[in-house]
């Protein structure tokens, strides 16, 4: 099994006409990925490669019964997309856009909580999610990740997630899902949504987590740890000699004041029981011992 | 972007949240001339991005153009923590009954607004916060419903804000709020706001962090960029378009992403190297933003070995490649520089750099062994 994505999810690309949307969107079908859709105001009767493009999301989700998408259009226009796809119908949405400015993403997020309850937004400024060998959506390359399991992969950051695949995918240890939550302020799915989601899923049998300075999602992760899950769960937290009062790169990534430090992080990870590494290529010799054990 | 006292007062002003006349001035003259405009007593304030200007003597009391002088004379020029004033901000001095505490940012694990409010301003709100938390009246705010006059009356009133400042008070946070959700600031705060014996309520200091997100919906911010960046290394490769942080160190960083620029830091660090700067050059990089890259870190006089860090996702590393051999034709590169490269297009990359490897130019199989290879050309 796998979380959140498996091979029936049915996916429709907002911004399937622009240049990321249809070289990702392009990407992911090849991968194997139900790909059943575009949106492109203006655009709609037009294809993509054999890609039907619709005028809007509730249009699209009609004729194709789309049960996903994946937005790849620029951040003024991405809140908007966001809150579409929730009312168009949408359960499962992946914004990948860098650079929405922080009121918006609060606001949307709050909209979508309140109106939308049922639905789950990935992101934004993710790099999407992959369940190895049935459906890839956003922008991770495919090939680096390995299917069959029973590594689940959760991480802030894009590169460091494709790190991890790698790491673990060299030496033979597949993946269930890996989930790139993004690095931005309000993200839309959390670590605990991820931990949560892996838990209940039988065929993940240990997590690896990749998080960063900033915020506190990781140590109230680290709570939730241990209160909640016994699979076993590694660890790496980024940015240990970023200084404070700096965004490194991700707008959420900043130590205010003495809050947000990895130390802090990595303390409160390593008192919920997850074994923490000091770098990510050691994260995933940790892994790999772990399933071997298993 | 964090703004200087100065421009967060113009940024307020903005948006109706009252404050001292007051004028800039980047010269002894052009305080005084300041000073005779808005009419003495006048304060003198140094303007640099750092706490603590109080104590290093960088705010003084002026009560007529003898003292205005010797003031100014003295803060021009004074170093603060490292940071040297070239400017003033020189305002009506204000009489104080009370000082107060206000604020809005984001409350990331709960996803809204929070505003805080305190009675006892003037300090720093994390001493307050932590001696007596009481005294911080906590008021989150649902961004879908903002925050209105009724709902911050009610504030005001729990906060135990005197009871001739309330009225006021609760108008100015409703425009703080304002300028925090439409002005896109991460951060919008007032320490102190303060009370007059006159009973009148407004802004004696202003610190606003502003979204950088947002700029494309803000030309007004163009005249804040002014001076946004005292470190010319930061100022180089802004005009480049790079995501850069100048630090100390003397190894030179470039990598794909923030997490795992910030990756590559920490393991310099592990392996017993410094790191001279964060330098992520995003998704997508093409051969020009790598070479422009290389160019930055080799203006900087620090570095003494570069580390090129790369997993390629939507950035290709055969442009990757590309961009090194261009960035050395176009300039010499004074260190040695180590790369590591994996991802999308690895195999081509490595074999476009293959026939120009020495040992000024060299790549390693894996993040630790490139590292350790830097760390060691750094010394």
């Known amino acids: ?91 499962f949405i992946v914004c990948i856009t860098e650079g929405i400015p922080a009121q918006d993403e609060a606001l949307t997020y709050n909209r979508l909580v309140e109106e939308h309850p ?3 937004l990935l992101g ?106 016994d699979k076993p769960v590694v660890a790496y937290v980024a940015g240990v000699t970023a200084p404070a009062g700096r965004k490194m790169g991700h707008a959420g990534a900043i130590i205010s004041g003495s809050k947000g430090t990895a130390q802090a992080k990595m303390a409160a990870l390593a008192d919920a029981g997850v074994r923490v590494c000091q770098n990510p290529t050691e994260a995933g010799e940790a892994m790999v011992e772990i399933v071997r054990a298993l | 972007m964090d703004l200087f006292e100065y421009q967060g007062k113009q ?23 300041v000073a005779e405009r808005v009419g003495y007593p006048v304060v003198v304030k140094a303007q640099v991005k ?56 984001l409350d990331r694990p709960n996803k809204v607004h929070l505003g805080m409010l305190s009675a006892q301003g003037g300090v720093e709100i994390e001493v307050v916060a932590a001696e007596s938390p009481d005294a911080i009246a906590m008021l989150p705010v649902d961004p879908v419903r903002g925050l209105d006059v009724a709902t911050a009356r009610r504030w005001v009133a729990e906060a135990g804000l005197d009871e001739e400042a309330r009225a006021q008070a609760a108008d100015l946070l409703v425009a703080l709020y304002r300028c925090y959700t439409e002005g896109d600031c991460d951060l919008a705060e007032i320490n102190p706001l303060i009370l007059t014996p ?13 979204d950088d997100n947002a700029a494309f919906r803000h030309p007004e911010w163009d005249e804040f960029r002014v001076d946004e960046f005292e470190d010319p290394r930061e100022r180089r490769a802004r005009e480049k378009g790079l995501n850069y942080i100048g630090l100390d160190g003397s190894v030179g960083i470039i990598a794909n992403g923030a997490g795992l620029a910030m990756s590559t830091l920490d393991v310099v660090n592990q392996v017993g190297g410094t790191a001279a700067n964060f330098l992520d050059i995003g998704g997508g990089a093409n051969a020009d933003v790598m070479a422009a890259a290389l160019e930055v870190i080799n203006s900087d006089p620090k570095v003494t070995s570069i580390f090129v860090n790369i997993f390629g996702g939507i950035t290709r590393v055969d442009e990757v490649a590309k961009g090194v051999l261009e960035a050395l034709s176009r300039v010499e590169i004074a260190s040695p520089i180590v ?41």
């Open chain 2, 50 to 105: 750092v706490g603590g200007r109080g104590k290093a003597g960088g705010v003084k009391l002026a009560t007529g153009p003898d003292e205005a002088r010797t003031h100014a004379q003295s803060i021009l020029g004074l170093d603060i923590k490292g940071h040297v004033v070239t400017r003033l901000w020189v305002e009506r001095a204000s009489d104080i009954a009370k000082e107060y505490y206000a604020s809005f940012t």
């Open chain 2, 339 to 379: 790369l590591r490269l994996d991802g999308t297009n690895a195999v081509e990359g490595r074999a476009i750099l293959a026939p120009h490897l020495n040992d000024r130019l060299i790549t390693e199989p894996t993040m630790l062994e490139a590292a350790r290879r830097a760390v060691a050309l750094a010394r």
């Open chain 2, 198 to 210: 006159g009973g009148e309520v407004h802004a004696l200091d202003a610190k606003v962090t502003l």
């Open chain 1, 118 to 120: 049922g639905v789950r």
């Open chain 1, 1 to 91: 099994m796998s979380i959140f994505v498996d091979e029936s999810t049915t996916v429709i690309v907002q911004g399937l006409t622009g240049s990321q949307g249809r070289f990702h969107g392009l990407r992911n079908r090849a991968y194997g990925t139900k790909v059943v859709g575009g949106v492109t105001p203006g655009k709609g009767g037009t294809d993509v490669e054999g890609i039907p493009v619709f005028d809007s999301v509730v249009e699209a989700v009609e004729r194709t019964g789309a049960t996903a998408s994946f937005i790849a259009v620029p951040p003024r226009f991405a809140p908007a997309a966001i809150l579409e796809a929730a009312e168009g119908g949408i359960e």
């Open chain 1, 124 to 229: 934004p400024n993710c790099p999407g999610i992959i369940s190895p060998g049935k459906c890839n959506i956003g922008i991770t390359s495919g090939d680096i990740a390995r299917a069959g399991g029973p590594v689940g992969i959760v991480s802030r950051s894009g590169t460091l997630t494709y790190q991890a695949l790698y790491e673990l995918s060299q030496k033979g240890v597949g993946q269930t899902t890996c989930v790139g939550i993004g690095g931005d302020p309000v993200p839309g799915t959390n670590f605990i949504d991820c931990l949560e989601a892996f838990q209940a899923d039988p065929d993940t049998r240990a997590v690896m987590m990749i998080g960063e300075i900033g915020g506190s999602e990781e140590e109230r992760a680290a709570e939730w740890i241990a209160q909640n899950m």
């Open chain 2, 11 to 33: 940024y307020f002003a903005r948006y109706g949240i009252p404050v001292s006349p007051g004028g800039v001035a980047d010269s002894v003259e052009e305080a005084l001339e």
